[in-house]
């Protein structure tokens, strides 16, 4: 994909329909950056999206991903203008932020996700979102990313590696957190 290409796509892309156009615009710049060899995950909000086949709505796309200068370079080849450590596209109204070149979770559990034919995304694992929630919840008392993470455990119960889940988490306090949240679910289970 060329970037001329890539840009026509974005533009044509309906700013109404708010899900497809942020899958297809991380779909498009994962292929233009994959033949830099960058790799950008999807994390933070568009992740807890997809994981919740679209319950949840976020405004951006949160990347983490090393060489945030070739990907600067490609946003504002592709229409985007850079607004504070946000990149915003007017036209279909969608920022791209990267927050980090580290992904605070496992890379080997990085999924590729088939957006569709052609297209695709990196996704932060399942159980390294829980944990980002688990820490908000904990850590900034939001009582946002408390439902939020727990509505993701939840619905996902049965697929959750719970091995790997309950070693991400770190201190006291999220232990707990992670605890009564797997407790409440038992009892709903039962």
Same mark, same amino acid.
């Given at each position: 994909m060329n970037i001329e290409i890539a840009r026509e796509e974005i533009n044509s892309l309906d700013p109404n329909n708010k899900y497809h156009a942020m899958l297809q615009t991380a779909a498009i710049i994962t292929k233009l950056l994959d033949a830099e060899n960058i790799k950008p995950i999807i994390v933070g909000g568009l992740s807890v999206e997809i994981y919740t086949q679209n319950d949840y709505a976020t405004r951006d796309i949160d990347f983490?991903? +090393?060489g945030y200068e070739k990907i600067s370079e490609i946003l504002l080849r592709l229409g985007f203008s850079k607004e504070g450590r946000h990149f915003v596209h007017d036209q279909i109204e969608i920022?791209?932020?990267?927050p980090s070149s580290d992904l605070e979770g496992?890379?080997?559990r990085v999924s590729k996700v088939e957006i569709e034919e052609d297209k695709y995304v990196y996704l932060i694992s399942l159980e +390294?979102?829980?944990i980002d929630r688990l820490r908000a919840a904990v850590h900034w008392k939001s009582e946002q990313d408390t439902y939020?993470?727990?509505k993701l455990l939840a619905k996902n119960y049965n697929e959750v590696n719970?091995?790997?889940l309950l070693s991400r988490a770190e201190t006291k306090k999220e232990k707990d957190e992670l605890s009564d949240w797997i407790d409440n679910i038992k009892r709903d289970i039962n």
């Open positions: 983490v991903s +090393d920022a791209v932020e990267i496992d890379y080997n +390294d979102i829980i939020w993470g727990f719970m091995e790997y």
